[in-house]
């Protein structure tokens, strides 16, 4: 399953940079598929395929969809930290990478806390996930100047659902709303 997402992810990841940095070279099969060769890939996008691709896959084999998406979001957040350290290696912003990587660690210490103590229903950790993912690699778009407008929608958008959905399965406004009634 992880194979496949990564796979599916792989390839609209290459397929959304090709749509929005549009070039005639693309056009040309072994310069689309040769992305070592020829960079370019928009994450975002890829993140979000693999993501509905786990869902459509889990929902169509009868498998425990929500619970395979926490366990392949927590694994897909261990790997991003992997990237982090790379890029705090190869940049030349260290400090920023130690304060985000510091960061992330902490964010990703108590998600496997929630995971682990059961405290969240099932795809919970899989949206918080996606929120910690957004937030963490538009901030590192922002330390390198390069945002480009697309990735930027796509991360809103998939920060935004996954927030809704987060308020909307745990009840969140309810608990909200009952805190401040007590007081």
Same mark, same amino acid.
């Given at each position: 399953? %992880? ?22 070279? /693309? ?5 689309? /598929?040769?992305?070592?060769? /020829?960079?370019?890939?928009? @994450?975002?996008?890829?993140?979000? %395929? ?5 869902? &459509? ?10 619970? !395979? ?5 927590? $694994?897909?957040?261990?790997?991003? &930290? ?20 510091? !960061? ?11 995971? @682990?103590?059961?405290? &969240? ?8 996930? !996606? ?7 538009? *901030? @590192?778009? #922002?330390?390198?100047?390069? %945002?480009? &407008? $697309? ?6 958008? @998939? ?6 959905? *987060? ?13 401040? #009634?007590?007081?």
């Amino acid at each position: 399953m %992880a194979l496949l997402s990564s796979l599916v992810g792989l390839l609209f990841a290459r397929i959304f940079y090709v749509v929005f940095n549009f070039a005639h070279g /693309f056009l040309n099969p072994l310069v689309f /598929f040769l992305f070592p060769y /020829f960079p370019g890939l928009s @994450i975002p996008a890829g993140v979000l %395929a693999g993501a509905l691709f786990v869902i &459509l896959f889990t929902n169509k084999s009868k498998l425990p969809t929500q619970r !395979l998406f926490d366990f392949l979001s927590l $694994s897909f957040l261990a790997s991003f &930290l992997i990237r982090l350290l790379i890029s705090m290696v190869i940049s030349k912003l260290f400090v920023t990478y130690i304060f985000l990587i510091l !960061l992330f660690v902490v964010i990703f210490s108590l998600l496997i806390y929630f995971f @682990i103590r059961a405290k &969240l229903l099932d795809a919970s950790i899989g949206y918080l996930s !996606l929120i910690t993912f957004s937030v963490f690699y538009y *901030i @590192i778009q #922002l330390t390198r100047h390069s %945002a480009f &407008l $697309s990735e930027d929608i796509l991360l809103l958008g @998939i920060f935004l659902f996954s927030l809704y959905t *987060i308020f909307k399965q745990e009840k969140l406004w309810m608990k909200i709303k009952k805190s401040f #009634l007590k007081k």
